[in-house]
Every structure is written in structure tokens, then in C-alpha cells.
């Protein structure tokens, strides 16, 4: 090992607190605007479409372009894309703070959003290739997970918090100082690190990739308001899956893919993404409908709530640090389809809540549900990782990324959507009974917020059984979503049992068994020579496995010796 390995290993344990200090601002800005959505509309004179856009152009931008940022770390570096992401980011996030109008703040925080998509990926591929040791590994990308888990839970009360105390714009403000430390730190502590065998850029793939990915996340934010029969949202729907139809055909037949589609053929890699964007679907669509229970229902405060759902993070950063070590005993498929089962049974608690004096039920439901989702996120995580190369580290987090996006805009999508279309008939009919003024239905129809404030200028005794009646409508539509969200997880919970493998030797820049082997001579110089030895051992005679077993050669005589951490640190960032 030589001197600049042997440091960067000494300073492993600090390059990871780096890259969670990282992710940790992404998480958060995730949820933290929520809670400043009111203040917006009062001093930006935002829109209800302004708001949605606010909400969600950062997220089309993330997720959209999470692939194609992956691929481009890859290619040209690693750090580097943590580095620039980081600037953008922190640019962007000190435009918010300062901007006077609703749609400057849609740009700047869509400019937020490409920031964080170059950070994310770059974060779980540097992890990959400092962490080298497989236990060590899994345990790092176990603090990570926790890290990227609780950050969401924590944006309602640090943004409660800020916005007692400061403006609207401190919700984005408070980004830079820690993007600064984040820049200063990354720049001592992390490697530059990058796939040494990239093949050229793939500009179809890309442009495909971030068409499909957009129409797809478009169509499933707009759907809940629109109506997913609404026909500019099925076009959305139809557009983008003929494109990610036409992404996958590309993918397979491309000399330079930005995405080997065959590594989908791996099921340490399929069932670990499955995995992945069901959780995020459960976590993220039931944390929306319990976030409007206890402010609607209980009549919690939006910091009053926040604080109320601190416990769920506190057990996601207990609980995803030791999966990995649990993974050690017992193996991957035990610990992560047992986590799904214990989530779905959480969910299934949390769907049994009262209307009143609900907290102390919904308290163990979320903490349970909690514990099976920290079992979950490390160690999927850690399989998606481990079944590809380092060398490809880049396009593995980026998919992983990908799938935690999607399956969480998705969820919030669909379990707000079943909980409305529960919600608004029993509404009606009920508030219809009780001999409510249209004007008050009709409000009712919209939000259970509407409802309430509807009900407020009724006379007193009419005001009361209007609240009741909405809240009991939204309780048990309520309900029925976290009924459907487990019956997801139960479904995901046989799929991982079956198709994921109890244990699994990871990939190296060689090949892992379970991965289809690279057959153009770009792929087989992406390997070492040990690798490159068993794909051609099964290869015809002839002058691609000539060349290939030379390229192999020359790749293993650059390479050696290679051992710590940094075993893939070349070239620039």
C-alpha cells in the first residue's frame, strides 16, 4: 500500500462523514420547504400551481437527470461531481434565500436540483471505492442509509424551527454553510476516483433517459390534482413509457451504454432495487398522509407534528447502522425480507388509528414500521453496490438514487390518491346528511384543511358535527391507503424472499458470477486480468479474445500492485 493509500485509508471513517454531511442538506431539502409553503404564499403571493411547481421542479430535475450525472462521475470523476454539485447546490440554495418572486424561486430551486443530482450519486461511488473491505463497506453505506433516511424526517422540525425564528429564506440559507465545510472537507479528505475503462459518452441514452424519466415523474406528481384519466397526464404516462421503452432497446444494442441493462439480470441487483422503491414508496406516501393526521385530525402545529415524527428518524439511525452487522449472522434475504414484513406490518398497525387520541397508537406503529424499513435500506443498498463493479459505482448509485426518487414521488402519488378518492365520496355523503351548505361540501370535497375552516363559520353545533364527519371520512380513507401501501410491501416482501440471494459474493472490477460478461473489448478492459481470464475462458478462439486477453494484460500491469482504498484512484477528477 503507498503512502497516499495509506492515508486515504487512515481517513476513511471522516471521507464517509463528509459524504453523509452531504446528502444530509439533500434530505432535508426534500421536505424542510413544506413547512414554509404558508409563509410563500404570503410573502411571494405564490399560486397553488407555483407551489406544486416549487415542490416539485427540484425533484423532476433530481431524478430526472440522476442517471446521466451517474454515468458523466463515472467518466470523468467522481470527486469532481461531488465537488461541482456542491457548488451548484450551494449557489442555488443562497438564490432561493434572496429571491422576491414565486417563479425565480421555481428556477432556483430547479437549479437546486441539478446540483443534487451530480452529489448524490458521486457520494454512494466514493463510499464504494474508499470502503473496499466488504464489512466495512455495508457498515459505511449503513450510516449512510440512516443518514438519507432520517434527513427527510428531520426537514419539518428544523424548517418549524427556522421559521419561529427567521424567514421563509433561512429554510435554504442554512445550505450554505454547510455546503462550504462539505467543499473544504471533501477537497482533504476524499480520492479522485473514476471508472479507468469508461467507454465513450452515450448523448442518445442520455437524452433518452432524462425525456423518459421526466415525463414519467411529471405525470405521477401532476396526476393526484388532475386525475390520472386526466388526458394530458395519460400522454405524460404514454410518452414516457415509449421512451423508457426505447431507452431500454438502445441500452441493450449500444457499443457504449450509459446503463447495461443486463445487470438486471443479476437478481442480487433487481430484487435489491425492487426493495429499495417500495420502501420509499411506504415511507415517504404514509409519512404524507400522517403528516395531514396529526395537524388535520389531532390539531397539532406544523412544528408540533414534526417533533411528533422525530421518533420514526431516530429508529431509521439506530436501526440501518447495525443491519449490516445482523447481514454478517443471518445473510441479506433474511434481514431484508423480514424488515419488509416487519414495515408492511407497521403500516397495517398505523392503518387501525382512532380519530382521537391517536398519538400514543400511531406512536409504536411508526416506530415499528421505522425498524423494518432501517433493516431494509442498508443492506439493499449495499447489495445493489456490491453487484456491480467499483469501476461502474457511479451508474449503480445513480440507479439506486433513481429508484429512491421514484418510488417515493410515486408513493406520495398513489397513497394521497387513494386516500382522496376514499375521502371525497364519504365526505359528501356524510356532510350532505348532516344538511351542510354546498359551498361548505364543496370545500370539504377539496382538503380535510378546507373542511375545518369551512366548518369554522358554521353555527356551533352544526360546526362540530361537520369537523367530526370530515375528520372520521379522512381517517378512514386514511386507512384504506396504508392498507394498500402494506399490501405493496407484502408483495415486495415474497419478491425479495424469492429472487434475492441469501448471500452473494460481490463484484470486482473481474465480474461477479451472477452478472452477464462484457463482450466488446471496451467492457473486457474494464476488467482485471483475473476477470478478463474467466470471461475469455469460455470465449471462442480468434482475435477478439486476443486482443481482449491483451488489453486485460496491459489493464493488470498498470494496475499492480493494487490494494487499500483507493485501489481505483486514478486520474484527475
Not at 463510499?127 to 434527513?151: M, Q, S
Amino acid at each position: 500500500m503507498t503512502a497516499d493509500e495509506q492515508r486515504l485509508h487512515d481517513r476513511r471513517w471522516w471521507a464517509l462523514a463528509t459524504m453523509c454531511m452531504s446528502i444530509l442538506i439533500l434530505g432535508l431539502d426534500n421536505t424542510i420547504l413544506n413547512i414554509a409553503l404558508p409563509a410563500l404564499v404570503k410573502d411571494l403571493h405564490a399560486s397553488t400551481s407555483q407551489l406544486q411547481w416549487i415542490v416539485d421542479g427540484y425533484t423532476l430535475v433530481f431524478a430526472g437527470l440522476l442517471l446521466t450525472t451517474g454515468s458523466m462521475g463515472d467518466r470523468f470523476g467522481r470527486k469532481g461531481a461531488l465537488t461541482v454539485g456542491l457548488v451548484i447546490f450551494g449557489v442555488g440554495s443562497l438564490a432561493s434565500a434572496l429571491v422576491d418572486s414565486a417563479n425565480a424561486l421555481i428556477f432556483t430551486r430547479a437549479f437546486m436540483g441539478l446540483g443534487a443530482a451530480l452529489v448524490m450519486p458521486a457520494t454512494l461511488s466514493l463510499l464504494t471505492n474508499v470502503f473496499r473491505d466488504p464489512k466495512e463497506r455495508a457498515r459505511a453505506i449503513g450510516a449512510w442509509a440512516a443518514v438519507v433516511g432520517a434527513a427527510s424526517a428531520l426537514g419539518p422540525i428544523v424548517g418549524g424551527f427556522l421559521l419561529q425564528h427567521f424567514w421563509w429564506g433561512s429554510v435554504f440559507l442554512v445550505n450554505v454553510p454547510v455546503v462550504v465545510v462539505a467543499l473544504v472537507a471533501g477537497h482533504l479528505l476524499l480520492p479522485t476516483s473514476r471508472d479507468p475503462g469508461a467507454p465513450r459518452l452515450d448523448p442518445v441514452g442520455a437524452l433518452l433517459s432524462i425525456t423518459g424519466l421526466v415525463a414519467l415523474l411529471w405525470a405521477v406528481i401532476r396526476a393526484p390534482s388532475a386525475g390520472w384519466t386526466n388526458p394530458t397526464v395519460v400522454a405524460a404516462f404514454a410518452i414516457g413509457a415509449v421512451i423508457a421503452v426505447a431507452f431500454i432497446l438502445w441500452e441493450s444494442y449500444s457499443s457504449h451504454p450509459m446503463l447495461d441493462v443486463r445487470f438486471f439480470k443479476n437478481r442480487r441487483f433487481s430484487a435489491a432495487n425492487i426493495a429499495i422503491t417500495l420502501v420509499f414508496f411506504a415511507m415517504l406516501g404514509a409519512s404524507f398522509v400522517i403528516a395531514q393526521y396529526l395537524q388535520t385530525v389531532l390539531g397539532f402545529s406544523p412544528l408540533q407534528a414534526g417533533f411528533r415524527m422525530l421518533p420514526m428518524a431516530i429508529v431509521l439511525l439506530v436501526t440501518a447502522p447495525i443491519a449490516p452487522r445482523i447481514v454478517e449472522r443471518v445473510g441479506t434475504k433474511v434481514v431484508v425480507g423480514s424488515g419488509m414484513g416487519i414495515a408492511a406490518v407497521g403500516l397495517i398497525a398505523a392503518s387501525n388509528v382512532p380519530l382521537t387520541n391517536g398519538y400514543p397508537h400511531l406512536l409504536w406503529s411508526m416506530c415499528l414500521m421505522s425498524f423494518g424499513m432501517g433493516l431494509v435500506m442498508a443492506p439493499a443498498t449495499e447489495s445493489i453496490m456490491g453487484s456491480l463493479p467499483p469501476a461502474k459505482a457511479g451508474v449503480g448509485s445513480a440507479m439506486n438514487d433513481t429508484t429512491r426518487q421514484m418510488g417515493g414521488a410515486v408513493g406520495v402519488a398513489v397513497v394521497g390518491s387513494v386516500l382522496a378518492s376514499s375521502y371525497r365520496p364519504a365526505v359528501t355523503t356524510s356532510l350532505t346528511a348532516l344538511g351542510a351548505p354546498s359551498r361548505v361540501v364543496d370545500a370539504a370535497k377539496e382538503s380535510l384543511g378546507g373542511a375545518v375552516q369551512a366548518a369554522a363559520k358554521l353555527p356551533a353545533p352544526l360546526s362540530h358535527e361537520v369537523t367530526v364527519a370530515a375528520q372520521h371520512a379522512f381517517v378512514d380513507g386514511l386507512s384504506t391507503a396504508l392498507i394498500m401501501a402494506s399490501g405493496i410491501m407484502i408483495v415486495a416482501t415474497i419478491v425479495v424472499f424469492v429472487f434475492l440471494p441469501a448471500r452473494a459474493t460481490d463484484a470486482t472490477d473481474a465480474t461477479d458470477h451472477e452478472l452477464p460478461p462484457e463482450t466488446g473489448l471496451d467492457g473486457l478492459a474494464s476488467l482485471n486480468f483475473a476477470g478478463a481470464e474467466r470471461v475469455l475462458e469460455s470465449a471462442e478462439e480468434g482475435e477478439l479474445a486476443e486482443a481482449a486477453a491483451e488489453r486485460a494484460a496491459e489493464r493488470a500491469s498498470e494496475r499492480a500492485p493494487v490494494a487499500g482504498p483507493a485501489a481505483l484512484v486514478e486520474g484527475p477528477s
